[in-house]
């Protein structure tokens, strides 16, 4: 089964806004069997709307369609519906009974321009909307059956999984099961990622690939559709892929499970109960901020320390003095004092230390632009090593900095050293 996703909006197109409305519908409806096979995204003009509404109609059997049922000049959707589908407005009892009920329940003043929002296809039947203002809608155009929800993502989200999921299955056989695997790459390009798997097709010719680049991450997916109802060969077939996917790409797996490195450290911290502290100068909190955005932190994180000037690292980290006069913050001997420091200073099980030339200004031929020394100690150990990247933008160089830090604790956590 194959669906489209069509979102709606000039805050879309301007960029004013990112689209998580069709990231979360493509999502839910893979989880379905249902596999999108285009997300289109439009401005607020009837003309427009209307135009891909009447295109899609022909093209699909499912479209999801968010944004513009609001009660502004700009809420053009409906109308646009009416258009694609040769059928008028009209003012559904039901939707505005729907809307006059929520409006009384949130303490709010019906306006007789709410009932703009209550004025639908007359083909269309009417879906509540339990957490704003906007009635739904859905309506049957050719061979495509529609689905109208409102931009806001919570609302969507509600309506969707509440009311929307409920319509599909009754109205279509979803049998097919979608399994994806998915692994985690760190340190190749997309397109040598591509040329390692190059013969993947003809090994698995069932089953197919995709790829997503996320910063300095690559992440692969493993896809297959199971319309046999066969699970667990099915299971078996995808996992043999899987096997034969990391063993070309060999240690440049950082996760099995699709984690980011901060994820995949958090995991390998807690899995083994551990404890980390962080000191960073370089990368200016990056690390700590990674590290942090993952939930449940807290039980592994202890303490970081943005330590950009010498004096900080001497009086906050021990660095000795001497290590700085003798050998300048960026160093090696420099990093390691910090990683200890910090370990010390938290009673953490790790600590790990960044301390580098991001640029685009401060390199010199000895310390160019992209040179950065990582250290890392625990309790039997302290170790620093010397990269040099040659991007020449700041937050590139930051990101590449923290990454391989964290990449560096990842190896060891997972015993496959420095």
């Known amino acids: 089964m194959e669906a489209y996703v069509l979102s709606t909006g000039d805050e879309v197109l301007l960029g004013d ?44 059997d499912i479209c999801l369609v968010t944004g513009g049922l609001g009660p502004t000049k700009d809420d053009l959707t409906a109308f646009a519906c009416s258009k694609a589908a040769d059928d008028t407005l009209e003012l559904k009892s039901d939707a505005l009974k729907s809307m006059k009920s929520y409006f009384k329940q949130k303490g709010f003043t019906f306006f007789k321009d709410n009932e703009k929002q209550a004025k639908l296809p007359s083909k269309a039947k009417m879906i509540v909307n339990h957490n704003g203002t906007a009635p739904g809608f859905y309506i049957k155009i050719n061979r495509c059956l529609f689905f109208f929800m409102p931009g806001v993502p919570l609302e969507m989200k509600l309506m969707f999984e509440k009311q929307i999921k409920k319509l599909l299955v009754n109205n279509f056989n979803l049998n097919d099961k979608i399994l994806i695997e998915r692994v ?16 993947f097709e003809y090994n698995y ?12 991450m690559v992440e692969v997916k493993i896809i297959m559709s199971d319309s046999n109802n066969n699970a667990n060969k099915a299971l078996g077939q ?72 010498n004096d900080a690292k001497i009086n906050i980290l021990n660095v000795a003095k001497k290590t700085i006069i003798d050998h300048g913050a960026v160093h090696e001997q420099t990093a390691l ?82």
Request: with cysteine.
């Open 17 to 60: 806004i990112i689209d998580t409305n069709s990231s979360f519908l493509c999502s839910s409806l893979k989880d379905m069997g249902i596999e999108v096979k285009k997300i289109i995204a439009v401005g607020d003009s009837i003309k427009t709307i209307a135009s891909n509404i009447k295109d899609i109609s022909e093209l699909t």
């Open 184 to 199: 985690t790459v760190f340190g190749l390009p997309e397109s040598r990622v591509g040329f390692l798997l190059k013969e």
């Open 205 to 216: 010719p069932t089953i197919r690939l995709g790829f997503r680049a996320d910063s300095l």
């Open 238 to 309: 995808i996992k043999e892929a899987k096997f034969w996917v990391m063993e070309q790409l060999e240690n440049r797996v950082v996760s099995t499970k699709g984690l980011t490195i901060a994820q995949e450290v958090g995991r390998l911290l807690i899995q083994q109960n551990k404890t980390l502290a962080i000191a960073e100068s370089c990368t200016g909190g990056l690390i700590a901020n990674m590290m942090t955005d993952i939930s449940g932190s807290s039980d592994f994180f202890l303490f970081s320390a943005v330590t950009y000037a």
């Open 337 to 418: 004092e910090m990683a200890q420091g910090a370990r010390q200073k938290a009673g953490a099980d790790f600590a790990i230390s960044t301390t580098g030339i991001a640029g685009p200004t401060g390199g010199t031929e000895e310390r160019p632009v992209g040179m950065v020394c990582i250290g890392i100690a625990g309790a039997d150990f302290a170790k620093a090593k010397t990269y040099k990247f040659k991007y020449g933008d700041r937050l590139l160089n930051k990101n590449m900095f923290a990454t391989m830090a964290l990449e560096l604790l990842r190896r060891h956590l997972a015993k496959s050293g420095l």
